[in-house]
């Protein structure tokens, strides 16, 4: 919908990914009317359309594990809760390291996600790997943290499924509608948009816009682009378990995409200059020590993709900064897994429903955030 009827609205949510979207299906749900989500060009067209889809419950902290496991729920039942096609694919996530420290570490993150109810998390020694992926090598390897449990979606087909949902409770939806900026305004605020919009509450859920959006107010998000390159291969392995599977020390990353794989070099610290070649031939150099199967598969296609990389302590940005200004953003890659979790805490929040675990305080987008909490980026380190 491109069109609206009215320029004055109850609840405006800047942006159309995965958080911004079952926001809105939330609040709808919670019984709230009048809702308009504003996407600057199509919905799911940011991090979420470049996202992997990966779905884990690989994290370090409670409140990270907690939403993880929340999300994983999610995709898990969509397709029963939402009568809409977005398959779960259950191929497990396998986290790889050939460093002592590394390897002590995700096991005490495995204890962590253990003590929040995660099942079937199991620390491997480097000679079981194997069992878990036969194509793998596991020279110079120490061992992983398997969860067979954990999997991928492909998120774009959530957020449709979701905005369906939505639009059946009364959301509607304003595409290629860039918001320039935020005023207060007599009543709430208005968005600078070609025909500017009027609303009693805004929620900012506009992953690498947010920044821009906020600072205006004295609210310095450190929310940052990650570039990330991907190849889709000829087929590989089709006869074999290919989970989600990632070595922490090189960035080595590959997943199951169909007969197929996506391949990439995971690493939050790349310089601007680096592109796809670079990652293909970093990756075929990995791939010789670590996976030699996927030297011999061919590249049928190739993408470039930003996420959104958060500093501080790495949870994400959640609540009310000024009356009726609120954030839902910074989900440092994480959007696809967590951010119907958080989208959910979101709406409840707004709603004055108290979360039986999760604390409002710790996402606080006012919080002094600083020291690094969450430690399981899933890229090399």
Known sequence: MNTMSQNSV???????????VALAYYLAELGEADILVVEGRELASG?????????????????????????RTFWQTFEQTFDYSCTYYQDGYLMLTGREEIFENLGR?????????????????AADLTDIVPWLSTQGLVGGCWTPEDGRVNPTDGVYGLAAAARKL??????????????????????QTPEPVTARRVIVAGGLGSPDLMRPFGLDLPITPMMVHYGFTTPVISDQRLPMTIDLDTGFCVEREQDAAVVTILDSSLPDTYGVEDMLLEFAEAAAVRAPVFTEVGIRSTISAAADATGGDGHPFIGEFEPGLWTMTGFDGHGTMQGPAIAKFTANLIAGIADPFLDPAVFDPRREATATQEWLRAARR
């Open 170 to 191: 009364g959301v509607r939806f304003l595409q290629h509608t860039r918001v320039e900026k935020i005023e207060k305004s007599k009543g709430g605020w208005t968005l």
């Open 109 to 125: 993150a495995a204890d962590v996600q253990r003590a929040g109810g995660a099942p079937n998390v199991e620390m491997v020694a």
């Open 47 to 71: 991090c979420t359309g470049g996202s992997l889809g990966g779905v884990r419950q690989q994290f370090s902290t409670p409140y990270e594990v907690e939403l993880a496991l929340r999300g």
């Open 10 to 20: 109850g609840t405006v949510i800047i942006g159309g990914g995965i958080g911004g």
